[in-house]
């Protein structure tokens, strides 16, 4: 089993791990632990330590927390595989071994959100444009310019969109990341699931910069090769902190869109377990994906496609499918309407692991679009519809950047905005609505007099 170690080493290894013009392997952090193979191709991470305000549980995420990075207080991942054998005794004796093992965690397989069958699409890109109203939010000045947009998926084709939007495109090749072992240059990738939610996201966002982040082409033994594993995600927040703390605190804004998610407990530990993913706070990701909340960036997940009316066949879950970080307290879980405004019958239904209230709302899918796999077939599932509103996210920033609207304080606004598909407020099947783009244009000028 593929796992993730936690360590706490002296600290003085640990600012070597932080530090990016050092570079430390996991045998520096983590040598001679019985039982486990080391993965060397993937590098040492950096945890933060959650840090309650009032003096609460640190590993609760519903609670105002700051994130520490000191030498003192930060912890390490490495990557590592222990036999399927052996996997509960050797969790169980590591600690007792190595008194620095704090954790060992599930590294489960992550893969994209891809729709189930063949409905034609409904609608096309350009009614998607104009049900967010677009040209509204260009006549504000929310055009995503100076926006960073990063596309945690399979790669980006950059040429592929242009000519499909017909306008240039900006991708940023110097802030982008790649997980060890793959081949390929930003922007230069196959036309594939990556490329299509890059397109989606430049429909609100036309002046965004695309990061691209191709986490879901790292391989693993057996796999196919639209998956990876939760620890290239970790590296690559860790990468995107580094992006996001280079920025001016006074202009900083990155949207973070994740159309992926785990589909099955079987790559996971029991619900309950300490090193569990699914429905566990204290996992190095969740509480990483806190850190970056807290530090100004605004992460996006697709709610999955596992819907009761047409599940995806990875679906594995017996219930509440809306699992991890896309369940996070501190992201935006995004589910599929159609240009029409239904639901569409793979979007994931609440409540969600993490947090019940998941998804958080709805946006538009199944539209003809890109054409990454082939003319006639739909941008689709929560994978189109997560890109849709993180571009709609972008455009916000082009004017609010997050020292003068925090990620949270947009999330909230995003709610009560949304267009209300029930008579409670919220429910399992659309959030808090459909994402509407006219309201949240007007509460963000009546903000913007309240401050003047």
């Known amino acids: 089993m593929r796992v993730l170690l936690q360590l706490r080493p002296s600290p003085d290894v640990v600012a070597a791990v932080a530090d990016p013009a050092v570079t430390t392997a996991a045998a520096d952090v983590a040598d ?53 054998d052996e996997i509960s005794t050797r969790v169980s004796l590591l600690p007792a071994f190595r008194p620095d093992v704090v954790g060992v965690f599930a590294d489960p397989v992550i893969g994209p959100n891809l729709t189930c069958g063949g409905d034609p699409p409904v609608g096309d890109w350009h009614d998607v444009e104009r049900l967010l109203r677009v040209a509204e939010l260009a006549e504000e000045g929310l055009d995503g310019s100076g926006v960073a947009v990063a596309v945690l998926d399979t790669g980006i084709n950059a040429r592929h969109v242009t000519r499909r939007l017909d306008r240039e495109v900006s991708l940023d090749a110097g802030r982008s990341w790649s997980p060890a072992g793959v081949n390929g240059g930003p922007g230069e990738f196959t036309v594939d699931h990556g490329t299509m939610c890059a397109f989606d996201a430049l429909i609100a966002a036309p002046r965004a910069s695309l990061i691209d982040v191709p986490v879901l082409l790292s391989r693993r033994p057996g796999g196919s090769a639209l998956d990876g594993l939760l620890s290239d995600a970790i590296a690559a927040f860790a990468h995107l902190r580094t992006v996001l703390e280079g920025q001016p605190a006074g202009s900083r804004s990155l949207v973070i869109s994740n159309s992926w998610g785990s589909f099955s407990p079987l790559w996971d530990f029991p619900v309950g377990h300490p090193g569990n993913y699914s429905d566990n706070p204290a996992h190095p ?35 509440r499918p809306i699992a991890g970080a896309n369940s996070h307290p501190d992201a935006l879980s995004v589910g599929g309407v159609d240009v029409r405004g239904d639901r569409v019958g793979y979007s994931s239904q609440g409540p969600g692991r993490l947090t019940a209230r998941k998804p958080d709302l709805c946006c538009y899918t199944h539209f003809a679009g890109s054409g990454a796999f082939g003319d006639g077939e739909p941008d689709s599932g929560t994978s189109a519809a997560c890109p849709v509103a993180a571009g709609v996210v972008a455009a916000v920033r082009t004017l609010w950047p997050s020292s003068r609207l925090s990620p949270a304080q947009l999330r909230t606004l995003l709610r009560r905005t949304a267009d209300d598909r029930s008579d409670v407020g919220f429910d399992d099947d659309y959030g808090y609505g459909v994402l509407d783009t006219r309201g949240l244009i007007a509460s963000l000028r009546r903000r913007a007099r309240r401050v003047a």
């Open 32 to 84: 001679t632990l019985p039982g486990v193979v080391l993965d060397p191709s993937f590098a040492p991470v950096v945890v933060p330590r959650p840090v309650p305000g009032g003096g609460g549980d640190p590993l609760s995420l519903h609670q105002p927390l700051t994130f520490s990075m000191a030498a003192g207080d930060a912890s390490v991942l490495v990557r590592g595989e222990i036999s399927d």
């Open 285 to 319: 990701f969740n509480l990483i994906i806190s850190s970056l909340d807290r530090a100004g960036a605004d992460v996006l997940f697709a709610a999955g496609n596992c819907g009761r009316e047409c599940r995806d066949g990875r679906c594995a879950y017996p219930d």
